[in-house]
C-alpha cells in the first residue's frame, strides 16, 4: 500500500532557529511531490510542488528538496518565525492512477 | 481572486437530518475533491471528480454522496449524518497542465461539522 510518513510528529523550536521536516513514501512511480503549511483550522496552502526531476524547491525561507532514489523528502525552515506555527503535510501523486496520498503531517511550535 | 469557497463554514445537526454542503471554483479546474480530517488521521479523501459528471470513490466514502452537474460545483451530501461524521471538512480543487506533469491544489476553507 502506497504510504508517506513524516517525522517529527510535533517540533518545538525557538524563534529564529531553522529547523527541518522528514517525509519518506513508498509511492512509485509518482508524480510529483507538495509540501503543504496548514494553520489552525484553515486549509492547506501550497508551499512548494516537485517533480521526480527535481531535487530542490524554495519558496521564500522554506525549501523542500527530494531524493527520489531513497524516497525522501525534507522541507527546511529557515530563520523561523512564529507565523511559521502550523501543521506541515507532504503530500505524493501516484502517477498511475494519480491518487493523491497525503502524510499526517508535523505539527511545528514556534515560541518567542 | 483563484480561491474555493465552502458554505455553510460551521453546522451542527442532529443525527439523521439531511445536509449538503456546498463547493465552489471560480479556477476552471477539472478536478475536485472533498476530504475529512480528524485528529491524528490527517486529510483522506472522501470522494473525486475528474471532470463534469465524472465522479469516483476515495478512501472513505461510506455515508457520503456527491454530483457534479457543472465544472464549478462539488456539493457533498450527507443523507442520514451519524454522530461519526463529526469532522472538519475540505473542499479542494486543482487542474492538470498538459502532460499531467504539475499541478496545484486549492484548498477551500473548510466546514466544521458537528452531528449530535
Known amino acids: 500500500k502506497n504510504q508517506v510518513e513524516q517525522s517529527p510528529q510535533s517540533l518545538i523550536i525557538l524563534e529564529g532557529k531553522n529547523c527541518t521536516l522528514q517525509c519518506n513514501y513508498t509511492v512509485s512511480p509518482f508524480s510529483n511531490l507538495r509540501w503543504y503549511k496548514q494553520d489552525t483550522g484553515r486549509g492547506p496552502v501550497s508551499l512548494t510542488i516537485?517533480?521526480?526531476?527535481?531535487n530542490t524547491k524554495s519558496n521564500g525561507r522554506y525549501t523542500a528538496t527530494l531524493d527520489a532514489d531513497t524516497k525522501q523528502s525534507s522541507l527546511h525552515i529557515t530563520a523561523s518565525q512564529l507565523s511559521d506555527s502550523a501543521s506541515y503535510i507532504c503530500?505524493?501523486?501516484?502517477?498511475?492512477?494519480?491518487?493523491?496520498?497525503f502524510g499526517k503531517g508535523t505539527r511545528l511550535h514556534i515560541l518567542p | 481572486e483563484a480561491q474555493v469557497t465552502q458554505n455553510p463554514r460551521y453546522l451542527i445537526t442532529v443525527t439523521g437530518k439531511k445536509l449538503t454542503v456546498t463547493c465552489s471554483q471560480n479556477?476552471?479546474?477539472?478536478?475536485m475533491s472533498w476530504y475529512r480530517q480528524d485528529p491524528g488521521l490527517g486529510l483522506r479523501q472522501i470522494y473525486y471528480s475528474m471532470n463534469v459528471e465524472v465522479t469516483d470513490k476515495g478512501d472513505v466514502p461510506e455515508g457520503y454522496k456527491v454530483s457534479r452537474k457543472e465544472k464549478r460545483n462539488f456539493p457533498l451530501i450527507l443523507e442520514s449524518p451519524s454522530p461519526n461524521q463529526t469532522s472538519l471538512y475540505f473542499c479542494a480543487s486543482n487542474s492538470r497542465l498538459a502532460g499531467g506533469i504539475t499541478d496545484t491544489q486549492y484548498f477551500g476553507p473548510g466546514t466544521r461539522l458537528t452531528v449530535l
Open positions: 503530500v505524493v501523486r501516484d502517477y498511475r492512477d494519480d491518487k493523491i496520498i
Open positions: 479556477m476552471n479546474h477539472e478536478y
Open positions: 516537485m517533480t521526480f526531476s527535481e
